[in-house]
Structure formats: structure tokens, C-alpha cells
């Protein structure tokens, strides 16, 4: 992995280079900033600006969803995710990059829908407890949580106080996608972070159920979502929410607009 180095600290049995944040990690932090700095002053296209400030901070988000997985993981007793980089907050050590980071990115900019993208792999046979279980599976979700509320805050307290619109529009789509995979990662279907809570609860009979589903859980969850009737649920009740938090609809849907810049 890079960091076995001789005479290197550990920390309970890992190497201190385990925990330290991959380069491409830390780029992404830098376009997140400066795309955002560029859209606040509306230096050049300030959609293309947009563009990256919206997918850059997906990516992050996306990072510290599987960091909060792998970190409870680690601390409940799985010290695999060390070594196997999920530490690192590198978004190409979480699964497949074409279905963990381009395929949710690419639903973001054509449905504005915040879709689950990476995972980290967790030896659950490492971790005792079934509370601990839980504790791994949601500490994801919460962190799409608080986004969202950090943003919704942020859009609050922000708004007015300067900058181009274009800016405020960008952070209320983040915001929005934020609550989208908040909801979507909560919902308990087998194989995503929502069913993966309930699953050590199960009886043996429907733990071996859920097991045989939770591989095509992401199939499970387009088949759900493409019903008029659940999508339709699905959406009013994003849409109900996002109201509760104040999130203005038209600043969302002018955000979606500008990161389509291929449509100007």
C-alpha cells in the first residue's frame, strides 16, 4: 500500500500513513474551493465554474460517506479497511470507480439525484455486535446528514451577504443531492446502507434472504424509483423536507440548470 515503512508509529497496529489523506483526495478538496471561489466571483464560465464546484463537492461527500463507514468499522474492530486504503479518503480505493464514483456522478447531472456511490468492503466477522453493525452502516448516511444541514445552514445564514447567485444556486443543488442520497442511503433495501442497519436484527431465516437480494440492491433500487407511484412518494417526500428546511425550489432547480452547461 505505500506506507509500511521501518520505524514508522502505528496506530493500534496500523501504520500512521494509513490515516493521512490521498493526494486525490485533497485535490478535490482544492477544485472544491476554487471552483467555488470562481463561481462566487463569476470569473469565466461561471456554469463550467458550477459544474465543478457541484460534481468536485459530490466527490467529496461521496469520500467522507465510505471515510465514516471504514473509520466506525475500524474502531469497532475491522483493521482491513486500513489496509485496504479506505482511510485515506481516496474516492478509487472504494469499490469499482466506473459504479462507485462515475456512474452516481453522472446520475447527479442528469436526474439531480444524489445516488449511493462507493463502498468499502467490511469484515464483518471482525466487528462483535449487532449494535456495532448498525453503528457501521449508518455512520454513511449521518454523514450526508449533516451536509445537508451544514449547507441548509450555510444557504440561511449566507445568502445575501454576497456573491453571485450562480454560487448560492450551486450550494443549494449540493444541498439538495445531499438530502437525495440521505434518504435514499436510509431506505431499507437490501444492500444499501438503510438495510444493511436492520440486517443483523434479522431472524436467520430472513438474514439469508436479504443476503441472496442485497447484491442487486442497487437494481432493487432503480426498480422502485422508476414506479410512478414509489418514485412519486419518494420525491414528495424529498420535496416535503426540503421545504421543512427551507431549501428555495427554484434555487435547486436553477442550480441543475447551470451544471448542464453542454445545453447553453
Known amino acids: 500500500m505505500g506506507y509500511d515503512r521501518p520505524g514508522e508509529p502505528l496506530v493500534l497496529g496500523v501504520p500512521r500513513a494509513a490515516f493521512r489523506p490521498s493526494p486525490v483526495f485533497l485535490a478535490l478538496v482544492a477544485l472544491f474551493v476554487t471552483s467555488g471561489a470562481l463561481a462566487w466571483n463569476q470569473v469565466g464560465n461561471v456554469r463550467v465554474d458550477v459544474f465543478l464546484f457541484v460534481v468536485s463537492g459530490w466527490l467529496v461527500s461521496l469520500c467522507l460517506h465510505e471515510y465514516a463507514h471504514a473509520v466506525v468499522a475500524f474502531r469497532a474492530g475491522d483493521r ?19 459504479l462507485s464514483v462515475v456512474l452516481p456522478v453522472a446520475v447527479v447531472l442528469l436526474g439531480g439525484i444524489g445516488l449511493p456511490g462507493g463502498a468499502v468492503w467490511v469484515d464483518r466477522h471482525a466487528i462483535p455486535g449487532r449494535l456495532r453493525h448498525t453503528l457501521v452502516s449508518l455512520a454513511g448516511p449521518a454523514t450526508n446528514v449533516l451536509f445537508t444541514l451544514v449547507l441548509v445552514a450555510a444557504l440561511r445564514i449566507g445568502t445575501g451577504t454576497g456573491g453571485s447567485v450562480e454560487f448560492w444556486a450551486g450550494l443549494a443543488l449540493l444541498a439538495f443531492l445531499q438530502l437525495t442520497a440521505s434518504v435514499l442511503n436510509l431506505l431499507p433495501v437490501p444492500g444499501l446502507d438503510g438495510g444493511n442497519m436492520i440486517q443483523p436484527w434479522l431472524t436467520p431465516q430472513w ?58
Open 207 to 264: 438474514r439469508r434472504m436479504y443476503d441472496l437480494f442485497a447484491p442487486y440492491g442497487f437494481i432493487l433500487l432503480f426498480a422502485l424509483l422508476w414506479n410512478p407511484r414509489i418514485g412519486g412518494w419518494f420525491f414528495d417526500a424529498v420535496f416535503a423536507v426540503a421545504n421543512l428546511l427551507g431549501l428555495p425550489p427554484w434555487l435547486y432547480a436553477a442550480g441543475l440548470d447551470l451544471i448542464r452547461f453542454w445545453q447553453s
Open 80 to 98: 482491513s479497511v486500513a489496509h485496504r486504503g479506505y482511510l485515506t479518503l481516496n474516492p478509487f480505493r472504494y469499490t469499482h470507480p466506473l
